[in-house]
């Protein structure tokens, strides 16, 4: 007779019941790829670690609000949402720019002067402007790079609704962009 673990529903159903045990289940199974993805994000260490923290206390508070399916994408936009409130706060403060805060002697890849003009500039204010579920589908496919199908299982919707939602993503953000006058605007 085979044990399978619980799936993230029965997790998250008993962290709203208060068992730490579930939550630390939930923490093995997703805190290894949200590490990952947020380290991608900043390349600062303490703040990854913070984040990552703070995503699994306010999983541990709000798991009673949590609507269902696979925790990967739900846990994701808490995380992006704390790093980016990290961030703010880091800004605002001046004490440091984390998107700078590269080990000394190296200087930013090309890819991170991009997805920083992305956070920050005309397309960030543009991502703004669209609906969550399609700015999550945006930001894992474009922007994480992930495939349709890794895009899919993060966010716990079919390929098919990944790949529509995309298109309409593409659409909305080339008018927002529009909207804001931005020449990207035509080449979405």
Same mark, same amino acid.
């Given at each position: 007779m085979s044990h399978e673990p619980p799936g993230d529903d029965a997790l998250m159903r008993a962290i709203a019941r208060g068992d730490t045990q579930a939550l630390a289940d939930l923490y093995d199974r997703h805190s290894g790829w949200l590490h990952a993805r947020l380290t991608r994000r900043c390349p600062d260490p303490e703040t990854v670690r913070e984040v990552l923290q703070d995503t699994f206390m306010a999983a541990w508070r709000s798991a009673g609000t949590y609507g269902g399916g696979a925790a990967g994408g739900w846990l994701w936009v808490i995380a992006a949402r704390r790093?980016?409130?990290?961030?703010? $706060? &880091?800004?605002?403060? @001046? *004490?440091?720019?984390?998107? $700078? &805060?590269?080990?000394? @002697? *190296?200087?930013?890849?090309?890819?991170?002067?991009?997805?920083?003009?992305?956070?920050?500039g005309d397309v960030g204010a543009a991502l703004d402007r669209i609906s969550p579920e399609l700015r999550a589908v945006l930001r894992a496919t474009v922007i994480d790079g992930l495939t349709t199908r890794e895009a899919a299982r993060l966010l716990g919707i079919p390929e098919g609704t990944v790949k529509t939602r995309a298109s309409r993503a593409r659409r909305e953000l080339r008018a927002a962009l529009a909207a804001l006058g931005t020449a990207g605007g035509a080449a979405c």
């Open positions: 790093l980016a409130d990290a961030r703010r $706060a &880091a800004v605002r403060a @001046g *004490t440091r720019d984390l998107l $700078a &805060a590269e080990e000394p @002697g *190296t200087t930013p890849s090309a890819e991170e002067h991009v997805l920083a003009g992305l956070e920050y």
